[in-house]
């Protein structure tokens, strides 16, 4: 994309229409990042117990078993987990908003005050300074709403902790149910199994660090590699000791 096609695509997205959309956007929760993270977790763990029980030479069934065992209890332990931080963190605002409530009923004129600085922080000053401290304060919710994000570096709203932790469980029973398939074919013997586990979670891996990259805005090959390096790691880390463990105790 040219400099001239650049500068046409940032006046589109900068029409009036256009950051309306954007504005009320922000104020509704995605739970797409909670899908990726507990996509990741999903494939980088299931693989790697794969990896691990290939590599200590179990059969299919016991690889079956570990795998299937390790999706449902590692997938419920991260969406609970997701659901206790974001259920901890929206305790955290409403408690941050109860106080700030209790504060302006009790020292307005401070409160006010604090207003006042911190848009004078920005540069403002004179009388825009005070119609800005007016109009805030004549809204006791846009008020609190105010000091939440400006003092205290808070979201408004946090997202539900419901359903960041079913987002977190069901991406993780998903996508982590991926490399377990090829066991679950008939007629293919366990090396043949890993192999194509092993490729279909490959792939696997580097579509959801494109994902990933989406989501945080970074480079999305970048992404890519990274998370399929970090998994690729993680799986071949899991074989090794596990054929390790394999010969130290003699089995066959």
């Known amino acids: 994309m040219n400099t001239s096609e650049q500068r046409e695509r940032l006046e589109d997205e900068h029409q009036p229409k256009e950051i309306e959309e954007r504005l ?13 993270l507990g996509g990741i977790d999903g494939a980088i763990t299931t693989f790697a117990v794969v990896a691990g029980g290939v590599g200590g030479g179990f059969s ?10 390790s999706l449902l209890a590692d997938g419920f332990i991260m969406g609970v987990s997701n659901y206790l931080g974001t259920k901890s963190e929206g305790d955290r605002i409403e408690q941050a908003r109860r106080e700030e409530r209790h504060h302006i009923r009790h020292i307005p004129d401070g409160e006010r005050d604090e207003i006042r600085r911190i848009f004078a922080r920005k540069g403002f ?8 401290v007016a109009t805030i304060t004549e809204e006791p919710e846009l008020w609190v709403d105010t000091m939440i994000t400006e003092e205290l570096g808070l979201q408004v709203k946090g997202p539900n902790p419901l359903r960041a932790g079913v987002a977190t469980f069901l991406a993780f029973l998903v996508v982590g149910l991926i490399p377990l398939i090829p066991f679950l074919l008939p007629k293919l013997d366990i090396n043949q199994a890993f192999t194509i586990s092993a490729i279909v979670t490959a792939i696997e891996f580097f579509v959801i660090g494109i994902a990933k990259g989406v989501v945080s805005n970074t480079a999305i090959f970048r992404s890519g590699i990274e998370t399929l390096l970090t998994g690729g790691g993680a799986a071949v880390l899991a074989y090794l000791v596990g054929s390790w463990l394999r010969q130290a105790f003699g089995v066959k």
């Open 24 to 36: 009320d956007g922000r104020k509704s929760q995605s739970y797409f990042r909670d899908a990726i």
């Open 60 to 69: 299919s069934v016991v690889v079956i078993v570990l795998g299937g065992a």
């Open 125 to 132: 000053s004179g009388e825009i300074l005070e119609e800005i």
